[in-house]
Every structure is written in structure tokens, then in C-alpha cells.
């Protein structure tokens, strides 16, 4: 099983992010769209585990959910990895909440390499929303208007929760199927 940590989003937060990618003025893009029900905001990737392993990675994710109150995230800016204006990858970033999104999903990187010597992230944790992947180098016309796509608006929700959730891919792109949730239920 392909596995990941995330955090789901709102559908008031998918609504948002799905109108302000349908007003940028790109038609026919050099990048494939992600679907609006596949959006979150990745913990940890997991990766490949054997089934028996899914209820010991269950119970260690149980455990870091209770030290953690619910809290409130906003999505706002499109950006790029490395950058917006010759992406590889076209996200949202969460601004409001990104600090607790780290400090989750670093809980949740140390207890699974702790308790199930899964190994630890490499790279530094970024809060965002993937929306796109990019198959091919972006024009710098493309660039520049992607730079100037306008900052949602009082676009957020509460994280009170967060899933395990197994990755399918096949030929239109990656499928996601839910595990099992976690509640943050530490008292505030």
C-alpha cells in the first residue's frame, strides 16, 4: 500500500481555489491539473508498506493526534516549486496555520521514525495544495501570468483532524482512498 498523512480541506476552501484556477487565462496549459477532490495538504508521505504494518502506523498516528488542539489554516497565494514563474509543481500556499501544519507534521514524522523506523522527511516542510504538475518547461508569458494570479480572499477553515490516506495511480493520475481519521483532541 502507497501511503500519505494529510489534511483535508473544506469544501468552501476546494470552491475557492477551484474559481480562481478557472479565471487565470491560460487555455490549454504545459501542465495537467490535479482533480479538486484529490486536494489536501501533505504531513508525510508514507510510501510503500506492507497491510500489516497499517495498524501499528494507525496507533502511533492516534497517539501524536491527542497532543494536538484544532486550529484554523487560510489558503491564499498560487506559487511554484522552485518557483512560480518555471514551475514543476503549481500549489497554493497556506499561510494562516502553517506553523501548526509544520509543527503536526513534524509530531507525526518523529513518532512513525521513532516507533516504526520509517524513515524521516528530507526536505524541509512547505504548508501548500498541490494543484498542479508540470510535464513540460512554462513559457515566460505563462510565468508572469501565474505570478500575477490575485491572493484569495478570506479563504480558511479549521483543522480538526487529520487522514491516512492510500495513493492509487493509474494513467490519469494519482486516486486517493481515506484509511482511517485522526481528531486533534488535545484541549486548547
Known sequence: MRLFVGVDLSGAVRDAVENSIAAIPIKK???????PGSWHVTLKFIGDVDQPLVDS????????????SPFQISVT?????PRVESPRVIFYKVD???EELGQLADAVDRALHERLSIPTESKPFRAHVTVARVKQPVDRKIGELLSGVPKL????QEVSSFVLMRSHLDRQGARYERVKQFALTHPA
Open 29 to 35: 496549459p504545459p501542465w495537467r491539473w490535479t482533480q
Open 57 to 68: 502506523i494507525a496507533k502511533v498516528l492516534t497517539s501524536v493526534a491527542t497532543g494536538f
Open 77 to 81: 497565494t498560487l506559487d511554484g516549486f
Open 96 to 98: 494562516q496555520g502553517a
Open 153 to 156: 480572499r478570506e479563504v480558511g
